[in-house]
């Protein structure tokens, strides 16, 4: 056993979506430390400071943080993490995650090498070759940045025209890393997607999300704050000027085979925390899987919608990994 505090250390950067968190670990009066990545920083030539590390360090890092003016933490977190590992302090949702986390390419070719329906899916590094890449997938194709984070920059294009226009204009989202996927496009049936979210490797529960016209692609289910009844969910994590009026919300319970499926896509990504996403085609029926969140944002009111408190298991296994570790 080592010297370290029995603490834990939660580095994050979104101002709201994790209060819920901070509100349970100083309900129960646990010790941790809020490492903001505006103020954070590390010493990379002192090794021998893994003696003051805390027990558990959570990454709550966001992909989208780019979207707040922090591209550059993005990458930091990256190598803060590694730093950590190679000195032996135990990370929640560690460097082998975060790099799923912040490529879409690679979450693609782990679905399909896993063996699961995903969309079809080209990657590219230049503008150029989004309207050839398009053209190989026939349409409608959509276009997302490598690195996205809560639907941004994703852009649908029905026709090759308007794509190559957009790229003779320079009107191409921009992508952090250079990197581009241009992935066939699928309806939702129902205009509703699945979400299922896992803790240390297994289920913990469903929701569906429908979608209304003109709803966009950030489905954030922690901003998500209406029920299919026209419930208002209410939730410590959903900032007024996020809530979102084209989506609700209702709870899902999944087949069999997209549980252990999910189960086999956390395990594969050794996610401790996080979601994945998938819908049902309105084009050929079939099931496609297209999304692994490793910033996992539980559902706004929780207890109510989907009938337990994630947020308290949660830290039900930090605790337990914490006190494993210390």
């Not at 670990?25 to 003696?51: I, N, S």
């Not at 896509?265 to 899987?289: C, K, M, N, P, W």
């Amino acid at each position: 056993m080592s010297n370290r505090p029995l603490a834990l250390a939660v580095l994050f950067e979104h101002p709201d979506w994790f209060r819920p968190l901070f509100q349970e670990l100083d309900r129960r009066g646990y010790p941790y430390r809020k490492l903001h990545a505006d103020e954070h920083h590390f010493r990379a030539t002192t090794p021998t400071e893994v003696g003051d590390a805390p027990a558990l360090v959570f990454n709550r890092m966001s992909p989208s943080a780019w979207k707040r003016g922090r591209p550059g933490a993005i990458f930091y977190t990256a190598h803060y993490l590694g730093h950590l590992e190679a000195l032996g302090v135990p990370v929640f949702n560690g460097i082998r995650t975060y790099t799923y986390e912040i490529s879409k390419a690679l979450q693609v070719s782990l679905l399909a090498r896993l063996g699961l329906s995903v969309p079809r899916t080209e990657v590219v590094h230049r503008p150029e070759l989004l309207a050839p890449a398009a053209a190989s997938l026939g349409f409608p194709v959509l276009v997302k940045p490598n690195i996205g984070g809560s639907g941004a920059g994703i852009t649908r294009y029905d026709r090759l025209e308007p794509l190559k226009d957009e790229v003779a204009a320079g009107r191409i989202p921009p992508s952090l890393d250079g990197t581009w996927l241009v992935q066939e496009y699928h309806p939702p049936a129902g205009r509703s997607i699945v979400r299922v979210e896992t803790l240390e490797g297994r289920y913990l529960y469903g929701i569906r999300i429908h979608l209304e016209e003109g709803a966009g692609f950030d489905l954030c289910p922690a901003d998500i704050c209406r029920s299919t009844s026209g419930q208002a969910l209410e939730s410590a994590a959903c900032p007024v000027e996020a809530r979102k009026s084209g989506l609700t919300v209702e709870a899902y319970t999944p087949p069999a085979e997209v549980v252990a499926a999910v189960e086999r896509i956390a395990q594969a990504t050794h996610l401790d925390v996080g979601g994945i996403e998938y819908l049902e085609s309105e084009r050929d029926g079939q099931r496609y899987y297209y999304d692994i969140n490793a910033l996992s944002n539980f559902v706004a009111d929780p207890v109510r919608v989907v009938g337990l408190d994630p947020t308290a298991r949660l830290v039900d296994a930090l605790i337990a990994r914490a006190r494993r570790t210390a």
